[in-house]
C-alpha cells in the first residue's frame, strides 16, 4: 500500500538520473552522482531512518548539483530488498548506501554483479573492493549520559527501558553504568528487557514500574518517546534515544543521543566523485561527528554538565576508553584487568552485565 | 512488597487492563449477535489516530473521545457492508479490515507523528481522591477508566435483563429461527458491529489520549488480537471479560515489576510469554469436558445470514 507512492517516486527519480547521465554525454563534467538510498523504515519513524533521510537531505544540499538522490522507504530485509538494490544499481546510481543489517547480504549479491556501482552498508561485517562498511559507536553517548547521572541522580539508581537483548543493547546498558559508577561508586542500573523494539504501551509500563521502584533517572533503548512522556509525567529525568525528544520531556529530558550520519555521507559521496574512494569498514563515534547529543535539558547541574563536558573531549581525544578496567561483572569477577581496554572485536560479542547492573 | 509499590502497581494494571476491556466489550456484543469481526487491531489503530488528531487539533478531549468512537464505527459500517449485506466471508473480510486499517491509521497519521498533546484529565472526586489507597485506586482516574466499568455493568445487564438483548442473543444462536418470528436479523447485526466498532475505537482512543498521549505508526502493538483472545477467554460474559482484561493486564504489568525488583531468574522472554500461556490454559481448561456445553460459543458465530422469504 503505502510503499506504492515511494517506488513512484522511485521510479521517477531513477529515470530523471538516466536523463541525467545521457545529457551528461557532451558535459560529463557535469554529470551528477546518482546516489541510492534504502531505508528499512518509513522515514517519518523519527528514529532509525528519518536520521539516514536527514543525513541524505543535507549531503544533496551540501553537495548540490554533483548529486542526484534517491531513496526507497519501507523496504522489507529479504529477497524485496535484493530487486529494490539491484534496480538502484542498473538505474544509472553510481553509489548506494543501503542503511540496515538485513540488507547486507542482498548488497552483497548485488556488489558481484555490479563492480562499478560503490556500495555502503550500514552495520554488518561483509566487505568487497566496491562495498564498504560503517557503523555508529551508539555506547559513547551512553557515557556521556553516565557521567550525568552520576552527579543528577540523588537516589544512585537509574531505571533502563531495553528492547532486545543484543551486543549493541547490553554495550549501552555497561558504557552507562560504568561512567556513572565513575561518579558515584554505588551507582545502580535497573534494566527492563521488553523485548521489543516498538511498543509504547509496554514502554511506559516498564517506565512507571521503574520509578515506582525507586529509580529516579530513566534510560531508553527503545524506539518511542513513551519513556520520556513518563519522566516527564512522573516529575523524574530521563534520557532521549535517537532523535530529540525534548517535546515529550521539556523539563524531564537532559540529553539525548541523535545519530547524525551527515559528516559520513558528505565525505564518502565526494570521494565516489573524485575517484578517491576505497572500501574499508568503519566504527564511528563522536570524533567524527556520528554520534551527536541533544542541548542540555534544564536538569542539567552545573558539575554535571562540566563533567559531561569532559567525558565529552576525553573521548573524542581518544584519551578515555568507556570500557577502560579493572571491570567486574554482576558476581564481582574481575572481567577486565586494571588499564586494559576491551577490543571492539570482543565488544561487538559482548554479552555480560557489569557490577551494578541488576536485570 | 510494601504498600508503596503495590498502590501504583495496581495503578498501573487498570491503565493496561482499559483498553483491552473496552475493545473486548465490544466484540463480545458483535459475537454474542454471531458476527466474527476480526478487524479489532485495525479499528483501534483508526480510532487511535482520529482520536489524537482531534485532540491535536481542537485540544477538546470529549471530541477526541467521540472521533476515536466515530472511526472505529465507521470502520464497523465497512466491515458491515461487506459481510452483512455482501454476505462475504468474516474471516477474510476481518483481517482484510485489520490490514487496511493499519495502513490508513498511517497515512492519516503522517502528520502527527511527534506531536506532544496533553494528558487526558483525570476526573478527581473531592474529598474521595486524597485518601491513602483507596484514593489513588478508585477515584483518580480519567473518563474512559470509569466508562470502562459502566460499560461492562450495562452490557452485561442489556444481554441478560432487557429485552432487545435477549433477541441479539437469539439472533447469535439460531438467526433463521429469529428471521422466522420476524425480526430483522440483519439491522440487529449492523447494530451490533457498529456498537463493537464504536468500543474498539474508544479502546484505541484510550491508548493515544490516555495511556502514551503520543500518535506512531502501529501504536496498538498487538493489543487488538489480545482483546479478541479475551472475548473466548471470557466465555463471551461481560464480567469475566472485565476479570480477564486485569487479569490480562496484571501479568503484563507485574512481569515489568518483577524484572525491576531483581527478583527473578527466570529468563524474560519466559515472563514475556505469560500472559498468552494463561489464555491456552484457559481454553484448554473451559473447552473440556463438563464445562464445555455451558460455555460453548454462540451458535452462528461467523455464519453469514441470507434473509430468505
Same mark, same amino acid.
Given at each position: ?66 548529486? +542526484? ?46 563492480? +562499478?556501482? +560503490? ?13 564498504? &562498511? ?62 521489543? /523494539?516498538?511498543?509504547?504501551?509496554? &514502554? ?73 574512494? +576505497?572500501?574499508?569498514?568503519? /566504527? ?60 571492539? &572485536? ?5 554479552? /555480560? ?7 | ?41 485495525? =479499528? ?8 489524537? %488528531?482531534? =485532540? ?14 466515530? %472511526? ?74 470509569? #466508562? ?51 468500543? %474498539? ?17 502501529? =501504536?496498538? %502493538? ?9 472475548? !473466548? ?14 487479569? #490480562? ?32 490454559? !484457559? ?21 453469514? #445470514?441470507?434473509?430468505?422469504?
Amino acid at each position: 500500500m503505502s510503499v506504492l507512492i515511494p517506488r513512484r517516486q522511485f521510479l521517477a527519480g531513477g529515470a530523471a538520473a538516466a536523463a541525467g547521465a545521457a545529457l551528461g554525454g557532451t558535459a560529463r563534467a557535469a554529470a551528477p552522482l546518482g546516489v541510492g538510498f534504502v531505508y528499512v523504515g518509513p522515514v517519518g519513524d523519527f528514529g532509525f531512518s528519518y536520521q539516514h533521510d536527514v543525513a541524505r537531505k543535507a549531503m544533496e544540499a551540501a553537495l548540490g548539483a554533483a548529486v +542526484k538522490t534517491t531513496f526507497v522507504e519501507k523496504v522489507a530485509e529479504g529477497p524485496d530488498a535484493e530487486r529494490v538494490i539491484r534496480q538502484l544499481a542498473s538505474g544509472g546510481n553510481g553509489l548506494i548506501y543501503t542503511t540496515s543489517f538485513g540488507f547486507m547480504n542482498p548488497a552483497e549479491r548485488v556488489a558481484h554483479q555490479f563492480p +562499478k556501482v +560503490k556500495f555502503e552498508q550500514c552495520t554488518g561485517y561483509k566487505t568487497l573492493p566496491n562495498m564498504a &562498511e560503517y557503523n555508529e559507536r551508539f555506547y559513547e553517548g551512553r557515557v556521556i549520559c553516565g557521567a550525568i547521572a552520576g552527579h543528577v541522580s540523588k537516589a544512585g539508581v537509574a531505571g533502563y527501558v531495553a528492547s532486545i537483548p543484543i551486543p549493541e543493547v547490553v554495550m549501552g546498558i555497561d558504557a552507562f553504568t560504568l561512567a556513572a559508577q565513575k561518579v558515584n561508586p554505588n551507582f545502580k542500573t535497573k534494566v527492563i528487557w521488553i523485548n521489543s /523494539w516498538f511498543d509504547p504501551g509496554k &514502554e511506559a509500563d516498564a517506565a512507571k514500574s521503574l520509578i515506582d521502584q525507586g529509580a529516579d533517572i530513566l534510560c531508553q533503548h527503545t524506539d518511542s518517546p513513551a519513556v520520556m512522556q513518563t519522566a516527564e509525567e512522573r516529575g523524574v529525568l530521563a534520557f532521549g534515544q535517537a532523535s530529540n525528544m525534548q517535546k515529550f520531556g521539556p523539563k524531564a529530558q537532559l540529553t539525548s543521543i541523535m545519530d547524525n550520519w551527515t559528516p559520513y555521507y558528505i565525505e564518502r559521496t565526494k570521494q565516489v566523485i573524485d575517484g578517491t574512494w +576505497k572500501t574499508g569498514s568503519v /566504527w564511528l563515534g563522536l570524533k567524527d561527528g556520528v554520534v551527536e547529543m541533544a542541548p542540555y535539558g534544564p536538569g542539567v547541574t552545573d558539575a554535571a554538565r562540566e563533567a559531561a563536558d569532559k567525558v565529552k573531549s576525553g573521548l573524542i581525544a581518544g584519551t578515555l576508553n568507556a570500557f577502560t578496567g579493572p571491570i567486574k561483572d554482576q558476581k564481582g569477577a574481575v572481567k577486565v584487568a586494571a588499564d586494559a581496554t576491551i577490543p571492539d &572485536e570482543q565488544l561487538q560479542k559482548l554479552d /555480560w552485565y557489569v557490577e551494578g547492573v541488576q536485570a | 512488597m510494601t504498600l508503596s509499590i503495590l498502590v501504583p502497581l495496581l495503578v498501573s494494571v487498570i491503565t493496561a487492563a482499559t483498553p483491552l476491556l473496552l475493545a473486548a466489550l465490544g466484540e463480545l456484543v458483535v459475537e454474542r449477535a454471531g458476527v466474527l469481526n476480526l478487524g479489532l487491531e485495525g =479499528m483501534m489503530l483508526v480510532g487511535a489516530i482520529c482520536a489524537f %488528531a482531534t =485532540m491535536s487539533l481542537t485540544g477538546n478531549p470529549v471530541l477526541g473521545m467521540l472521533a476515536g468512537a466515530g %472511526a472505529g464505527a465507521a470502520m464497523a459500517g465497512l466491515f458491515g457492508v461487506l459481510v452483512l449485506t455482501l454476505a462475504s466471508n468474516q474471516v477474510a473480510t476481518g483481517l482484510a479490515l485489520t490490514l487496511f486499517g493499519i495502513g490508513l491509521s498511517a497515512l492519516i497519521g503522517t502528520g502527527f507523528v511527534g506531536h506532544p498533546i496533553p494528558v487526558l484529565p483525570k476526573l478527581a472526586v473531592p474529598g474521595l481522591s486524597g485518601l491513602p489507597v483507596v484514593g489513588p485506586l478508585l477515584f483518580s482516574h480519567d473518563a474512559l477508566v470509569y #466508562f470502562s466499568i459502566a460499560a461492562t455493568a450495562g452490557v452485561g445487564w442489556f444481554l441478560k435483563h432487557s429485552r432487545a438483548g435477549l433477541i441479539l442473543r437469539g439472533v447469535g444462536e439460531a438467526d433463521s429461527s429469529a428471521h422466522s418470528i420476524g425480526h430483522d436479523v440483519i439491522r440487529i447485526r449492523y447494530c451490533a458491529v457498529l456498537f463493537g466498532g464504536a468500543m %474498539a475505537g474508544l479502546g484505541g482512543a484510550y491508548l493515544s489520549l490516555a495511556y502514551t498521549p503520543m500518535w506512531v505508526e502501529g =501504536m496498538t %502493538a498487538g493489543r487488538g488480537w489480545i482483546a479478541l483472545a479475551l472475548v !473466548v477467554f471470557a466465555a463471551w460474559r461481560p464480567w469475566r471479560a472485565l476479570a480477564g482484561a486485569y487479569l #490480562f493486564g496484571g501479568v503484563a504489568v507485574l512481569q515489568l515489576y518483577l524484572q525491576g525488583s531483581g527478583l527473578v531468574v527466570v529468563p524474560t522472554q519466559v515472563l514475556a510469554m505469560l500472559p498468552y500461556i494463561a489464555t491456552i490454559l !484457559v481454553l484448554t481448561l473451559i473447552s473440556s469436558g463438563s464445562m464445555r456445553s455451558r460455555l460453548s460459543a454462540p451458535a452462528c458465530l461467523g455464519k453469514p #445470514f441470507r434473509p430468505v422469504g
